[in-house]
């Protein structure tokens, strides 16, 4: 049983390996590789944390990880659908950002008083879900074209900013009080 706790962290780094062919995927237009490879990596996105707090397998190294793989995966896959005009520019922008200053907030803490206690908070959870379901739907659509009407996107786009937006302001607000 106690080398089962290694599993939530064989899950995380599965998902930092998949960060590159996914990319790769997009950029050569195989977009049903990519789907395929970020639908598990997106699946794998909470099932590593739940497996590691329901069993008491939560470590240093987990805590660490995990975060950096989540914006990492999303980060890159917005990058790679945004520089091909699949995913709006300024969407990209906006999770980039709130994604890099979130990691450069939790560095900058880490080095000045240790690594913080942060909870993730149910916003954080909602906005990434629905960062997740948006590009398996692009994928998916990609792979599929015409599958969903276009304007299905706009409702999405507008809904995954302006929950990247209320959870970076959340973010904020913590660093700053």
Do not use: C
Not at 106 to 130: E, Q
Request: aromatic letters at 12%; proline letters at 5%; a neutral charge.
């Amino acid at each position: 049983m106690n080398k089962l706790r290694h599993i939530p962290n064989a899950i995380t780094v599965t998902r930092l390996i998949l960060v590159l062919p996914i990319a790769f995927f997009i950029v050569e237009e195989a977009y049903g590789l990519a789907l395929v490879l970020f639908t598990i990596s997106g699946l794998s996105d909470g099932l590593d944390g739940f497996l590691a707090r329901r069993y008491g397998w939560v470590s240093t190294f987990g805590r660490l990880i995990d975060p950096l793989a989540d914006k990492l995966m999303m980060v890159t896959t917005t990058i790679a659908l945004g520089s091909l005009d699949h995913f709006p520019v300024m969407l990209v922008m906006l999770i980039v950002t709130k994604d890099l200053a979130i990691l450069g907030g939790v560095f900058s803490y880490t080095s000045l008083a240790g690594f913080p206690k942060i909870r993730p908070n149910l916003l954080g959870k909602l906005t990434t879900a629905a960062q997740i379901v948006l590009i398996v739907l692009v994928l998916l659509n990609l792979s599929q074209p015409g599958l969903l009407p276009a304007d299905f996107f706009g409702v999405w786009f507008w809904l995954v900013a302006v929950m990247t937006v209320l959870d970076g302001v959340y973010y904020l607000g913590l660093w700053t009080a």
